[in-house]
């Protein structure tokens, strides 16, 4: 498997899981995102249930070099963006990380997401692998809103979703690591059955860009399959330019609470003058697509 700041073997599919990019221009991008997203449906409605499919270990370390120059890197010694998401979500980081002239740790979602949620919400954190699973619950501590599943969240979000109550809000993040061709149809037929029909369920999907062709086809998908969204592409390298890291990455929102595609919109800009990868170099786009 590959190292942190990796380097992938000849012809071997990139791997996206959370330990291998903490903090790159994609965590940079996502992060932004749920911090936008979450803060506005917890104001709403403060009691909402934060499901997570893929939670990862909850936070990592950051080696001297890595794909974190990237993202986080960029932004770590800024001064104020005057964005409310990039400042929100970069305070957020230096007060869970510490400070210092560089970050030696990066917050994953669980622990974004439990910084900015209120006492009365409730956290439900899927994560497969074992060991990440273990590091999680050492991460989330004796936090009584959170509960760390060791197991399958795709396969357990029927339940999951459902597990606050009929009608409970829930606030679903879904970040998988997305190495095999199949995820880009296995993963939204998991999403369509829970989405379509479900109002208090609002829904945040991360995906990586290499290409358009993939994206378009999982969005064509849900859109057949009656699932109402809207789609946010953050690209810092070109898609003509071939590279083992990401080009870009995306996000699907499904039920987003209003403001929030304007404030990512917003936020795209000011990221996108920090973390191209050549000055200009970056590119936003953002469409959306009604139900059935």
Known sequence: MAAPGSRY??????DYSH???AGNVGDVWKHCVLLA???RIAAARPAVRYVETHAGEGEYALASTGEWTEGVGRLWTADATH???????????????GGGPRPVRYPGSPRLAAAVLPASASLALWERDPTAAARL???????PRA????????AALEGAVRGGGPGAP?????DPPWTEKADWTRVPDALVPVLRDA??????????VKSLTRPNAMTARLARAGVAGTIAEFVTTPLDERRHRLNGSGVLLVRPPAGVPAAIAAAAPVLGERCATRAGAWSFRMVSWPGA
């Open 9 to 14: 073997a000849p012809g071997a599919a990139p």
């Open 19 to 21: 330990r291998f990019h």
């Open 37 to 39: 997203w979450l803060g």
């Open 83 to 97: 964005d409310p998401a990039v400042d929100g979500w970069l305070a957020t980081c230096r007060r869970l990380a």
């Open 137 to 143: 619950r050492a991460c989330v501590g004796d936090d």
């Open 147 to 154: 509960v760390v599943h060791a197991g399958d969240g795709l």
């Open 170 to 174: 829930v606030a679903l993040l879904v």
């Open 199 to 208: 109002p208090h369920v609002h829904a945040l999907l991360w995906y990586p």
